[in-house]
């Protein structure tokens, strides 16, 4: 383990409550400037063109004049479907209104989060889908100042959640990407600090988010060392570090929440296909892209996204291998995708951004971390040699 790893700071409550407002501020702001220039709350949903059981359903809660901003849909209107019925009484009826059923209902715990301000009415949820992302961002910002204490960061590297483009993205498109970053951020001070028990609860969370998040508990579970407490009490931020055996529990309590609810999930939908279009052959995605679009200089933005995602592998790589911590494993797992991912994820840059998750988060308060302890060595007084 890293000396600089595992050694907590003080609480500081004052600073947190700042940094907690300045985030959630933060993002109001940012949603706030696209919602109320693109089209107002039902924008975020991003209804498109091509999937009109959606539009049919928009169109009758909120009326014939509802934005509609797309030819192709993005996902935040199927997170809209799910918030409306997230523990899929009517199976059946969602089915209809998802174009991967199975895909779509696994990433359930954004939605089921908000599903609680439908209570306030149709538009209501429309409202707390947004509301919901940003007092995540807010909490986000809180835990990453306590990550980054942690492990010798300052403060301030708290603002990478925020401005992290996975986060951005989520914010502005009613996705669960935000969500999962923060439940892992939550998840990695925990396994830190020793505690199993709230680890595993973050670690469920983020993969009930985003089943991807997995990769990130197996690389954090591979790299943590030592052992964990067991105690329920001590996953709360006021207890002190225990030690205990379950090491194993961190990483179990997530993949048996996932396939219980993978498997509960179909049966409601009726046992649609698993429709998986995110993953083929190393490096095959990349080049059927390059052969339709990028080597006739379409879609160059895209093809920009993608050689940043092959330098943030490379690059995570590096740092992992020179100096083995928890938090490089864990930034450096969702990177080791990137070679596998379809035409559909590198040819569109919002997937390209999404597809590194807690990446860009993770690696900043790292960078971060190392600056102070340069910093600290080359402040430090020379020690005198020789006799006196």
Not at 266 to 294: C, D
Request: hydrophobic share 55%; aromatic share 10%.
């Amino acid at each position: 383990m890293d000396q600089t790893e595992g050694v907590s700071p003080s609480d500081g409550s004052p600073p947190l409550l700042r940094s907690f407002l300045i985030g959630t501020i933060g993002a109001a702001l940012f949603a706030a400037i696209f919602g109320l220039k693109l089209g107002g709350v039902a924008w975020f949903l991003h209804l498109g063109h091509n999937f009109q059981p959606n539009i049919d359903l928009a169109r009758r809660l909120f009326g014939p004049g509802v934005v509609i901003p797309h030819i192709v849909g993005h996902d935040g209107q199927y997170f809209w479907v799910l918030a409306r019925d997230p523990l899929l009484l009517h199976g059946h009826a969602d089915r209809l209104l998802l174009d991967r059923p199975s895909y779509r209902a696994q990433r359930i715990a954004y939605p089921l989060l908000a599903s609680p301000w439908r209570l306030l009415g149709e538009r209501g949820l429309l409202w707390g889908l947004v509301i919901t992302n940003v007092v995540i961002v807010g909490f986000g910002t809180e835990e990453t100042v306590r990550l980054a204490r942690l492990i010798g960061a300052p403060d301030r590297a708290a603002l990478l959640f925020g401005v992290s483009p996975t986060v951005a993205v989520a914010l502005i498109g009613d996705l669960s990407d935000a969500l999962a970053v923060l439940a892992i951020v939550v998840g990695i001070r925990l396994v830190l600090e020793g505690r199993a028990v709230g680890a595993a609860i973050a670690f469920t969370i983020a993969c009930l988010a985003r089943e991807a998040s997995l990769t990130v508990v197996a690389a954090v579970m591979f790299a943590s060392p030592g052992t964990f407490s067991t105690r329920l009490r001590d996953w709360l931020p006021a207890a002190g570090p225990l030690r205990g055996s379950a090491r194993w529990l961190v990483a179990a309590v997530p993949v048996i929440a996932v396939v219980a609810w993978g498997v509960y999930a179909r049966w409601r939908l009726g046992w649609p296909p698993n429709s998986i279009q995110e993953f083929t052959w190393p490096a095959m995605g990349y080049l059927k892209v390059w052969r339709l679009k990028w080597i006739h200089l379409r879609g160059v933005s895209d093809a920009l996204f993608s050689i940043v995602m092959w330098v943030m592998l490379v690059w995570l790589a590096i740092r992992w291998v020179r100096r083995p911590t928890v938090i490089r494993a864990a930034a450096l797992a969702p990177c080791l995708l990137v070679p596998f991912y379809t035409p559909q994820v590198v040819s569109i840059s919002l997937n390209s951004l999404r597809a590194l998750g807690p990446a860009f988060t993770l690696f900043g308060v790292d960078l971060y971390a190392d600056a102070m302890a340069r910093r600290a060595v080359r402040a430090r007084p020379a020690v005198p040699t020789g006799s006196p």
